[in-house]
Every structure is written in structure tokens, then in C-alpha cells.
């Protein structure tokens, strides 16, 4: 059983920053070969933000965020982070952690096995 527990959401200003946290097991991270981060908004699809192969670390972003978001990782701790700067409203959403084990590391919800629970994010104007 793979669990991801996320942390780090809240609320902020726009322009401002806030940093999300993955955390998953030793077992889990073996066996999450790409980790990425989702969002929601309700009535829209979940959409990815970004991705993470865990094996060598190479990194994919949506374009509405590409520039503003990081994502990055560390094996000795099992966790990702995603660095979110210059923030905006329409950054607005839940924002979930996933993980699958493959090492092609594909983008789609459909694709990701393991989900955390979720963590808001609110960026007011």
C-alpha cells in the first residue's frame, strides 16, 4: 500500500508564494518512478502541473505554470516539494500528489495509481 500525505497549502495573497510537500514511505517512494502534482478546481478536469522522475530527476510543467513552479525532490527523506512563486488567482485549486510505477513518466490523471487527499490553495487578488 502506497500512502501520500500532502501539507503546505493555505492561503495567499497574489504574487505571493507557498510550498507544497509529498510525503510517502521508503517502500512507497521505490515504488513511485514518477511523482507528480494535480489540480482541481470543482467542475473543471483535473489537470497536471508537474512531474518529477524519480529515478533521474528530470522534470516536466504545464505551461501556465512553467517559469513560476518548481518541482523537485528528496530520495534520503521520501518527499517532493512543489515551490509555487508569483502566484495567482487562477492558481486557485486542490492540489493533489500522485505517484505511478513506471518509468516513463506520463502525464495524464488516468495514469497515476497512488493519490493523496489533497491540500488547498487559495490566491486572492
Known amino acids: 500500500q502506497v500512502q501520500l500525505d500532502e501539507s503546505g497549502g493555505g492561503s495567499v495573497q497574489a504574487g505571493g508564494s507557498l510550498t507544497l510537500s509529498c510525503t510517502t514511505s521508503?517502500?512507497?517512494?521505490?515504488?513511485?518512478?514518477?511523482m507528480g502534482w494535480f489540480r482541481q478546481v470543482p467542475g473543471k478536469e483535473r489537470e497536471g502541473v508537474a512531474l518529477?522522475?524519480?529515478?533521474?530527476?528530470?522534470?516536466k510543467y504545464a505551461d501556465s505554470v512553467n517559469g513560476r513552479f518548481t518541482i523537485s525532490q528528496d530520495k534520503s527523506v521520501n518527499t517532493m516539494w512543489l515551490q509555487m512563486n508569483s502566484l495567482k488567482p487562477e492558481d486557485t485549486a486542490m492540489y493533489y500528489c500522485?505517484?505511478?510505477?513506471?518509468?516513463?513518466?506520463?502525464?495524464?490523471?488516468?495514469?497515476?495509481?497512488?493519490w493523496g487527499q489533497g491540500t488547498q490553495v487559495t490566491v486572492s487578488s
Open positions: 521508503r517502500y512507497g517512494y521505490y515504488m513511485s518512478k514518477c
Open positions: 518529477i522522475s524519480t529515478r533521474d530527476g528530470i522534470t
Open positions: 500522485a505517484a505511478h510505477n513506471d518509468y516513463v513518466c506520463r502525464a495524464l490523471p488516468v495514469d497515476f495509481t497512488y
